[in-house]
């Protein structure tokens, strides 16, 4: 199956920090990726959906100047965290389609980020 | 706004027992709908995912129904083991081609 690898899986910084996480997929151009975020003992809200070559669209709550989303290749897509904070810590996980198989998501293994 | 409820929020159960996870969503317009497990702190694995023209998907001990009239959709674990123990999520696929999850039942299954 298509695999998706997301880096760091665990990311521990201070207050003030940006933070940047990488989405690449591994055998399988990802037209589309996706960015979910999980508090704890909370399920998985998306986050922004970006499309490869065009600004990402961010969902109603979600700061744009403040998780910033690249997505400049069919393999690679980035969110930064900028400034974090406490309350930015959180689970936060990519998905990739790709142009055979769009109703089909692939995850990462997601990265834990813990803002101190 | 598109929601996705899951019922029961937790479940308990001693091994060997036959359960049934319910997911019921708003929107019936969907590409499809899916069940993922999460171990804590883990990421996702995905387990069945069904069609919108579909009825039912299984995959061994697990079987999966979709009624998009209705916009529910269960999850059937047979014969459940200590290792099946985690937080199960239903995710419906709408418009955009963005997941819309659950918030998930925590199954715990006792040797």
């Known amino acids: 199956g298509a695999v998706v690898s997301q880096h760091p899986s665990r990311v521990i910084c201070k207050s003030g920090t940006s933070v940047k996480i990488e989405c690449r997929s591994l055998d399988f151009q990802a037209t589309t990726m996706f960015w979910y975020r999980q508090f704890p003992k909370q399920s998985l809200m998306l986050m922004a959906t970006s499309n490869e070559g065009s600004k990402a669209t961010y969902e109603q709550g979600v700061e744009k100047d403040k998780f910033l989303i690249n997505h400049a290749s069919l393999t690679l897509s980035t969110l930064t965290v900028t400034s974090a904070h406490p309350e930015d810590s959180s689970f936060y996980i990519c998905s990739a389609t790709g142009r055979l198989a769009k109703n089909i998501q692939y995850f990462g293994a997601g990265t834990r980020l813990s803002v101190l | 706004k598109q929601e996705v409820t899951q019922i029961p929020a937790a479940l308990s159960v001693p091994e060997g027992e036959n359960l049934v996870l319910n997911c019921s969503f708003t929107?019936?317009?969907?590409?499809?709908l899916q069940w993922f497990r999460q171990d804590p702190g883990k990421g996702l694995t995905s387990l069945l995912l069904i069609q919108s023209s579909q009825r039912e998907q299984t995959s061994g001990r697990l079987n999966a129904s979709l009624d998009k009239s209705s916009g529910r959709s269960t999850l059937y674990i047979a014969a459940s083991q200590p290792g099946d123990s985690a937080t199960y999520l239903c995710?419906?696929?709408?418009?955009?081609?963005?997941?819309?999850f659950g918030s998930g039942t925590r199954l715990q299954v006792q040797p």
């Open positions: 929107d019936s317009a969907i590409y499809n």
């Open positions: 995710a419906r696929m709408g418009g955009r081609r963005a997941l819309t």
